[in-house]
């Protein structure tokens, strides 16, 4: 089975700033990868997928990239609605699609 | 709108059984693939099943393999997952997800609790 791996597993960050996160796959995956938002209590939401596509609906602040094993969340300027718990998903391996085990982001 | 709406939840003993419901509406739902991931407590998120949109392919992950059975009814908008054998390990809030770009519509979700 393919494992991502996430990191950092938690990060605190101030409104404004600029925000990476890393998804590394344990094989490659193409571009068959998707980051979900998710809220204490709430279900995960499509922020992206096709590793840079951005779901319609979502803010323009929040763009990805990569291919192959190492994959990319940024969100270019942190705003407060957006401390979540970030996740990335990978397709390729069908029909066992994991998640990595995500990203906390605070408020510092 | 798309909308998911999960039922069926509650708590069981280990051992039993239950039979989770995902109602949707706002789509084609009989063109879509459906899918059941979980959450447990605190933790992060677990694929856990998977149907093609004429159930032709059905797919399991290992961990619920034998227990689970995914289905669907297309003329009722429904999917659903019946869940056998339940362990303590299987408590989690279970979400229905669509098929689309990757998953991109989501139920709320239902706790299952399995616990003497």
Known sequence: DIQLTQSPSFLSASVGDRVTITCRASQGISSYLAWYQQ???????????????LQSGVPSRFSGSGSGTEFTLTISSLQPEDFATYYCQQLNSYPSWTFGQGTKVEIK | ?????ESGGGLVKPGGSLRLSCAASGFTFSSYSMNWV???PGKGLEWVSSISSSSSYIYYADSVKGRFTISRDNAKNSLYLQMNSLRAEDTAVYYC????NS????????????SS
């Open chain 2, 1 to 5: 709108e798309v909308q998911l709406v």
């Open chain 1, 39 to 53: 809220k204490p209590g709430k279900a995960p939401k499509l922020l992206i997928y096709a590793a840079s596509t």
């Open chain 2, 97 to 100: 997800a669509r098929s689309g």
């Open chain 2, 103 to 114: 998953f991109d519509y989501w139920g709320q979700g239902t706790l299952v609790t399995v």
């Open chain 2, 38 to 40: 979980r959450q447990a």
